[in-house]
């Protein structure tokens, strides 16, 4: 991009690194699930579950982890494309699900998505012409000739030229499709661009000059990113700060460096672990987790990771579902007939006889040494009582410096609470 190019595009803005552009608070979005002829809401998957988050102008936070784990629809919810079930996204302080007429155009045009398929966000039957300047025309930005002199500048501006402005989109190759997708989210000189995994279905070299050309034209035009991925080798050299997200939850929020260099949660470790693109040595060979998933619709307890954990505690939720699960291991061919639950916590297991339930018992007495030491349980008949330790939600707690963890090994108060009840289960 020449001088004069950027110029055209857009002034740059003056940052600041407490400038909070983007607030997310306790923000909620759950998809319920229908079951029979009408349709009945029997429950809801938990996409997004109670997260916080603050996007400072001008960095790039990233969202990272497993797919499923609600980092689409998070990035949904901030561009307003999907409405949350609770809690809100602020835009300068104000709550963008609020802004109506002038005010909901406004944050429409500072806030553009690109997304993942980039392909099916394009429309096949326009010209490259017409969908670059579709937002200028909603948004009156240009009229008559001015429209095709700004749409060049944007082409030029992401390495694309006035002679692709008569082709379609299947006739040219998946990065410069995205580059087509890129240049009409910066149509609007917006501030905030959520980036949908932009990457992800090209080609390594093609990952590499779609990322150096986002990188540019941040530093050109001031520019602030959510960037959405799964691949840790992108977000270290792209990432200002990293959201480490599991199950609609985020575990970790830290810089970037800190993240690479000391992560506080064992699911950061894991994800590092598992990255081709890390350095050899790094010492986190032996962090894996368990391949089982959780139900989104059903989450665990207390750490919702603590089904998968490596290194779980007694202290991290242990509940009903986790004995059930156990025993369909060790007893497949005799199965519990009915569960009566009390809470998540407490439950009577009813087997066929007195002689299963015994069973049932002395397998549960070889679970997972965490598993048994917030467990109690007793056979009365056919009926195996099971009682775990009652635990509350694992939040997010700050160690200082904006870093955050909800890990009850590295959180301080959350430490406090495993030791408290270790000196419980050894006085006990």
């Keep these: 991009m020449t001088p004069a190019t950027a110029g055209a595009l857009a002034e740059p803005r003056p940052t600041k690194a407490d400038d909070e552009l983007i607030a997310v608070r306790g923000l909620e979005r759950y998809f319920p699930i229908k079951q029979g002829v009408l349709q009945r809401v029997v429950g809801h998957v938990r996409a997004v579950d109670g997260v916080d988050l603050t996007i400072r102008r001008g960095e ?12 689409s629809t998070l990035a949904r919810c901030v561009a307003g494309l999907s409405a949350p079930t609770g809690g809100g996204v602020y835009f300068r302080g104000r709550d963008i699900a609020e802004l109506q007429g002038e005010d909901w155009r406004e944050y429409r045009r500072n ?3 690109v997304f993942q398929d980039v392909f099916a966000s394009l429309n096949p039957r326009q010209l490259v012409k017409d969908i670059v300047a579709r ?14 002199d700004r749409v060049v500048e944007l082409l030029e501006s992401v390495g694309l030229g006035s002679q692709h402005l008569y082709r379609y989109p299947h006739q040219f190759s998946g990065g410069q499709r995205q580059r087509i ?22 080609d390594v070299s093609v990952q590499a000059q779609i990322l150096n050309l986002l990188s540019d034209l ?18 270290r050299h792209m990432a200002d700060r990293i959201a480490v997200m ?19 949660h064992p699911y950061t470790e894991a994800l590092l672990a598992a990255s081709p693109d890390l350095p050899e040595g790094e010492g986190r060979d032996a962090v894996r987790l368990d391949a089982r998933m959780p139900d989104a619709a ?10 998968r954990c490596p290194v779980v505690t007694h202290a991290c939720g242990w509940e009903v579902d986790d004995a059930l699960w156990w025993l369909e291991q060790a007893l497949p061919a005799a199965p519990a007939d009915v569960v009566r639950r009390r809470s998540p916590f407490e439950a009577d297991i009813e087997f066929g006889d007195e002689v299963t339930a015994g069973a049932a018992g002395v397998a549960l007495a070889r679970a997972p040494a965490a598993m048994l ?6 056979a009365r008949g056919a009926v195996l009582r099971v009682e775990f330790r009652n635990v509350e939600p694992v939040r997010l707690e700050n160690l200082g410096g904006g870093r955050l963890t909800s890990c009850l090994l590295h959180a301080p108060a959350q430490r406090a609470l495993l030791v408290e009840s270790s000196t419980e289960e050894r006085s006990s």
Excluded: M, N
Aim: with cysteine; charged share 15%; proline share 6%.
């Design 111 to 113: 806030c553009q998505i």
């Design 298 to 307: 059903s989450p665990p307890q207390g750490c919702t990771l603590h089904t």
């Design 181 to 202: 997708s890129i240049a009409r989210a910066l149509a609007l000189r917006p501030e905030l661009l959520v980036l949908d995994e932009p990457t992800s279905a090209l």
């Design 60 to 71: 790039t936070l990233a969202l990272v982890g497993e797919s499923g784990c609600g980092k």
């Design 373 to 378: 030491a917030a467990l109690t349980f007793e």
């Design 218 to 235: 941040q530093q050109q035009l001031s520019l602030t990113y959510l960037f959405i991925t799964h691949d840790l080798g992108v977000v």
């Design 135 to 148: 937002p200028l025309r909603i948004h009156h930005e240009a009229s008559g000739a001015d429209v095709l």
């Design 246 to 264: 599991y199950l609609g939850r985020v575990f970790e929020l830290a810089e970037t460096a800190e993240v690479f260099e000391s992560p506080r």
